[in-house]
């Protein structure tokens, strides 16, 4: 199994930044995609950024040129830095990891709140 730790939610201002990290622990070798869902209230959870094994990004267009996806293997983790952040980007957001990098999550953590104030 695999668990997956959010950090780095919290209030920022619009037009301000946040970093969201993410930490896998357990049987990380089955890791392959890492990504970032969010899901606003009355929403469905949608994903704002993935990124592969192999470096390859996905990004969907409400973050693009706003949202960096990142990752770092030795430490097991994925960030995704948000600048720009509008009032319509408050929601909880999940990291989760896939086993196959196509994007069909098999593990999430629990999500971090991010909420912009106007």
């Known amino acids: 199994q695999v668990q997956l730790v959010e950090s780095g939610g919290g209030l920022v201002e619009a037009g301000g930044s946040l970093r969201l990290s993410c930490v896998a622990s357990?049987?990380?070798?089955?890791?392959?995609?890492m990504g970032w869902y969010r899901q606003a209230p009355r929403k469905q959870r949608e994903l704002a950024a993935a990124i592969t094994s192999v470096g390859t990004i996905t990004y969907a267009d409400s973050v693009t040129g706003r949202f960096t996806i990142s990752r770092d293997n030795a430490k097991n983790a994925a960030y995704l830095q948000m600048n720009s952040l509008k009032p319509e980007d408050p929601a909880v957001h999940y990291c989760?990891?896939?086993?196959?990098?196509?994007?069909?999550?098999?593990?999430w953590g629990k999500g971090t709140l991010v909420t912009v104030s106007s």
């Open positions: 989760a990891a896939d086993e196959n990098g196509l994007l069909v999550m098999d593990y």
């Open positions: 357990g049987d990380i070798f089955r890791i392959n995609a």
